[in-house]
């Protein structure tokens, strides 16, 4: 007999695809999100989901309009009688501000943190587990070792993205009660698919990147970029993170515990800029230099693209990796090991090539977008 599940951030580029394979599982999912632009949330999240798999969309599954700044996240009392009358198994908790710019600062915290909140009365009130999606980078500028648990404070965090999703993992500590917890914190993730326009994480390089070629007049260009030794930046493929998660959610061995969602074999940052920027026809040399002159290098050509907009949001989004490009974590997955078994490291023998597929894929999908626009005029 199948789960039934209350899920924020449902309509994202992970919660879409979650709730996609706990529907196709049999699962029952209850969605909690609010309306946008004028566009209701069950409009939103019927789009999102028939863009990963139009098969769910003739499932029955129930939504309701929500506002994650009132108490219950401002559920009607007849939504909460409905709710309640259900045997409910948990609420996933994927809703979530992704912004590394400065000026979200505000809104990353009231969303990460003070709704959370709201949802953690929800849970609590409900008496029911909560399923939380945090990020491998609460960990800020610490290098080494991450181990699954509650950390102590960072020296620094790189943006307040990562500061608020810190908080968010303390929040939930010290608040949930008996119903218990299970915290996930996936690395950068990518989607082997590209079923959607991607615009956060990785593939805003790779937006940058289309966006740069389409404003260069020549065909083919080689440039220097220095690269620090032993490094690499952790994509991890969100069809696995999905598997993972669902498996390790149904463990009771797994309440009230952290679990790592990354990649044991990451690529090497100096192989992952080339193969980035050669999809593009952009030939990058890669040579090594010290982690802090590298990021030194990366703000004085961000600065200096200010007044070049071709270049500007490429380095920008550049400049905003500088850390995650030139640092090296290793995250422990003994959690994972422990519920799951080291079978779980089978599901990352892939090849080299495989990131070139999904580097070439979004740039299939983006050619089509254009091709599409254009033929709309």
């Known amino acids: 007999m199948g789960k039934t599940y209350l899920m924020t951030g449902g ?3 992970l919660g879409s695809r979650l709730s996609c394979e706990l529907i196709k599982r049999g699962d029952r999912i209850i969605f909690l999100g609010r309306s946008k632009s004028e566009i209701s949330f069950k409009q939103r999240l019927v789009k999102s989901l028939f863009q990963i798999s139009s098969d769910v969309i003739g499932y029955n599954f129930v939504v309701f309009e929500t506002d994650q700044s009132k108490k219950y996240l401002g559920l009607k009392e007849e939504e909460l009688d409905f709710i309640k009358s259900n045997k409910i198994d948990g609420l996933w908790n994927l809703s979530a501000n992704l912004s590394f710019d400065d000026k979200d600062k505000d809104n990353v915290f009231f969303t990460n943190n003070k709704c959370l909140e709201n949802i953690l009365e929800l849970v609590n009130h409900l008496n029911i587990p909560l399923y939380h ?6 960990s800020g500028r610490k290098n080494g070792l991450i181990l699954e648990k509650i ?21 939930i500590l010290n608040n949930i009660k008996d119903n218990g917890f299970v915290i996930f914190r996936p690395s950068i993730l990518i989607d082997p698919l590209n079923k959607t326009l991607n615009s956060f994480g990785y593939y805003t390089i790779l937006q940058s990147l289309y966006k740069f070629k389409k404003n260069i007049n020549f065909s083919k260009i080689s440039i220097p970029f220095p690269c620090a030794k032993k490094t690499a930046l952790n994509l991890m493929p969100v069809d696995i993170a999905v598997l993972l998660m669902i498996e390790i959610s149904l463990k009771k061995e797994s309440k009230n515990k952290i679990f790592h969602l990354t990649n044991p074999n990451p690529l090497p940052t100096s192989d992952l800029i080339r193969k980035t920027f050669g999809a593009f026809e952009i030939n990058v040399f890669t040579f090594n230099l010290f982690p802090s002159i590298i990021r030194g290098v990366l703000w004085f050509f961000y600065k200096l693209s200010l007044i070049n907009k071709s270049t500007f949001h490429l380095m920008k989004r550049l400049y905003g990796f500088r850390y995650y490009i030139t640092t090296m974590s290793i995250y422990s997955v003994g959690n994972v090991e422990l519920i799951l078994g080291k079978k ?32 709309k005029k």
């Open 151 to 171: 950390l102590e404070y960072p020296p620094v965090f790189n943006n307040h993205y990562e500061e608020s999703k810190f908080k968010a993992e303390k929040l």
């Open 344 to 375: 779980v490291r089978d599901f990352f023998e892939f090849k080299s090539s495989y990131y070139d597929e999904v580097i070439i894929s979004y740039i299939r999908r983006m050619d089509n977008y254009h091709e599409s626009l254009h033929s």
């Open 11 to 13: 309509n994202g580029f």
């Open 133 to 138: 999606i945090s990020t491998a980078y609460v």
